[in-house]
């Protein structure tokens, strides 16, 4: 019985996203102050600045600021910032090849990025942006880097580099392919030492390996660890046949001294100009050139045959006075430990094959279990009895470990030694689109730091890109010459640009105060609303962000400028948005925009259908279908709430009763289910209410319970479709905005399950009476009344043979 025919409006997204956006903005709804308790820091990775909102950035977005929504109507002070990740290469590449200035090209795309971010109807305080290409924004980048400078954390130091000779320019290693080419022009790589500047993140390797008190993804953290690889060893020299020098070596077995054959060097280790033999000198040189083209990975991969040569030296081992061959080999890494190896064929499997190879001894000094003298088929790299180690021998090799340690140390040989592998960050880019290094070259004074109030040093608006290997700036007179800030006479600018990856280093502490000019940021400000209470990002991120930003913020506590160790307490990584089961990639021709979706369906029905696809951490699969589901789910709320908004009063205590426990069962579902990122349920929830709510139009329209109903409909979907849920509140009559209103609340009593007593009988008659959830499934039921002592008396431990259970009445078991 429809007691009134109202003509509804068409719910139009084109229409109404635009009009609440720009009404939002102009009340700065989303603008929070540096006060107000409790307060919670959302960020989520800025984006780069490369022209296209994508769907990755949708589905990194648009749930966090669904939370975001969610957590201020639950009474938070709510920081969303939004900024743009502006440096880095593809600015420079357009310039190359369009002739574009790379600043022309990086703001153009922020202006469309800007827009497109509008679009999605996210609650960004934009007051806040930050972007990093501005100088107001990387001076401090600059002043960050002089006061590592001043203790110690900032060096220059000679680096291997990616060298192309035919583009005369240092590649990335992403730039090199597999083969060990220029991924450009096919000429073959090779690496070449240059002068770089490095920030020693490894003075935080330690630190950096704990991630107590910050609740991250358990993948994130053992790529962390991973990265930085400790390991716990022994450094120990051996002497060097008739000369003064000694040859370090770092191993993590000890116990396996003993057994050493040979000794390996890193092709680039100093000693091995000293110490290669006249005779053998023409074969190494050729073999150090040639593993100067291959890249580490390649030179470490466990598949690729290992090769050296022998240089023609001999080393002595000081435990048995044993004198072994020194050869060179590519898999031994300048870069690692001390870059040199002892070799334990018997006990390490890159060494058993070189040995097999260049037929060289593998005497078994730690047994293997049940071993009875045979020579080995392959390395033993396991724990067992120690074997020819002289006064050793019979030891397990753990004891044997620490034993032969405390020795060296004692005889003054060497001692233990924790290495990581991850090294310090390399952060000199021969770029223009990056932060100018601010240093000078001084002929007079050497390298100079520029001092404070001459920051920022900022780049020439003029430069010429071409690829020499040199950075830009280096043929830019202007920007090159200068004077040096000590002497005063004439200096010359340091050309390289940082790394990219300094700029998303401490960028949420700018957004605490974006304006500042004095400083980095207002302490009292970044006090108030750091650590970031909740991340978000790509797992892609694991580690080069990641750890760079956990660095950065180490650093600042000890600068004394932030008060806590780590920057992110909370993590999350979202998962990936595929296409026909596969990432969106532009040469795949698979690339949906957005844009397009947005126009046709509306910003809300894309937010639902990116929540509804899956958990969040996994991702989905996209399909315009979906899509389409969710914009008609958006569309049955629009028509349920008008068409039913005015019905005439009256009452209906049964129906209204029924409601209300639905209603605020579904109120605790979407909260519990915001609250711990369960998108996809908490959309299924909402439809399950919608559907249920049709169902019952007809009868409860009208009542109390009703209106309830549906102003906690509208008030559940705002975090979701704020548009939608805006232009029905209105439409309610109810008080703008509805993004203002607190969150509904659920009644404990009401939002219980329904349960019902139901009857227990055995062969007919009834033994006992249980309680249920009200529609449970037989098996639930039939679990609860088996575990009632008189249903058990009364079976006599007997398996019931049939039972016959009819809802929220009865079960029967019948035995014989
Ligand atoms: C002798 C030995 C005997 C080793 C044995 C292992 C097993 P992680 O665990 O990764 O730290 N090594 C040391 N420096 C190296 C370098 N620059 N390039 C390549 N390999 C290097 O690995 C430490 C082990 O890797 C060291 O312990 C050394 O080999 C090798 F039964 O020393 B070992």
New binding site residues.
Partial sequence: MVQHKVAIPPYQPATIEPKWQARWEADRLYEAPDFGEPKWYYLTMFPYTSGDLHMGHWYAMAPTDVQARWRRMKGYNVMLPIGFDAFGLPAENAAIKRGVHPAEWTFKNIENMRRQLRTMGASFDWSREVITCQPEYYRWNQWFFLRMLERDLAYRALAQVNWCPSCQTVLANEQVTAAGLCERCDTPVYRRDLEQWFLRITAYAEELLNHEGIDWPEPVKTMQRNWI?R?E?VEVSFALAGRPEELR?????PD?IF?VTFMVL?PEHPLVEVLTAPERRAEVEAYVAQARRLSEIERQSAEREKTGVPIGAFAINRLNGERVPIWIAD??????????????PA??E??FAFAKKYGLPIPVVIAPPGWNGEPLTE?W?GPGTMVNSGQFTGLSSEEGWQRIADFITAQGWGGRKV?Y?MRDWLISRQRYWGTPIPVVYCEREGIVPVPDDQLPVTLPERAEFRPTGQSPLTYTPEFLHTTCPRCGGPAKRETDTMDTFVDSSWYWYRYCSPRLASAPFDRQAVAFWTPVDQYTGGAEHATMHLLYARFFTKVLRDLGLVDHSEPFLRLFNQGQILSGGRRMSKSRGNVVTPDTYVRKNGADSMRVFLMAIGPWDQGGDWNDRGTIGQFRWLNRVWTLVLSTANAPAREDPVGERELRGLTHRTIKKVDEDLEHFRFNTMVAALHEYTNALIDRQEQLAGTAAWREAIETLVLLIAPSAPHLAEELWERLGKPYSVHRQPFPRWDPELAKEETVEIAVQVNGKVRDTIVVPANAEEAVVREQALASERVARHLGGKQPERVFYVPNRLINFVVR
């Fill in positions: 690889g390991s060893g070596v770092f191993t993590t077995r396996t057994g890193a898999y031994v890494l300048a870069t690692y430990g001390t870059g040199a190896v002892m070799g334990v006990h390490d890159r060494d390395a790299t290495t592998r």
